[in-house]
């Protein structure tokens, strides 16, 4: 069964930069399309971006576009988050998901958490001066 585990998570002052990772396991991770989400305290749980099983379709929530940039590296079974401009609205933990896509597929999944069916166990960011 697929596992996927976050990391690069932690304190940045507003405007700073910050790179999350997101590390699979168990199934080569070029068969899935892989998303990233965040949850504020109190609130939902929200879409930030998400990339097609072969890195070459993408999509951004317009709170974070021009500013975070999803990318993947299949060999290394890794997807990554860089955040720039970081504000303190983007204070949360972040999450990537995972949905089984065909192989090296372009087909982008929408960003709502029902449409992933594997998750990781987040990864707290905190903006703050």
């Known amino acids: 069964q697929l596992q996927l585990v976050e990391s690069g998570g932690g304190l940045v002052q507003p405007g700073g930069s910050l790179r999350l990772s997101c590390a699979a396991s168990g199934f080569p991770l070029a068969y899935y399309a892989i998303a990233w989400f965040r949850q504020a305290p109190g609130k939902e749980r929200e879409g930030v971006s998400c990339?097609?099983?072969?890195?070459?379709?993408?999509n951004y929530a317009d709170s974070v576009k021009g500013r975070f940039t999803i990318s993947r590296d299949n060999a290394k079974n890794t997807v990554y988050l860089q955040m720039n401009s970081l504000k303190p609205e983007d204070t949360a933990v972040y999450y990537c998901?995972?949905?089984?896509?065909?192989?090296?597929?372009?087909?982008?999944?929408?960003?709502?958490?029902?449409?992933?069916?594997?998750w990781g166990q987040g990864t707290q960011v905190t903006v703050s001066s």
């Open positions: 998901a995972a949905q089984k896509s065909t192989y090296y597929s372009t087909s982008l999944y929408p960003l709502e958490t029902r449409e992933y069916n594997y």
């Open positions: 990339v097609s099983s072969s890195g070459g379709s993408t």
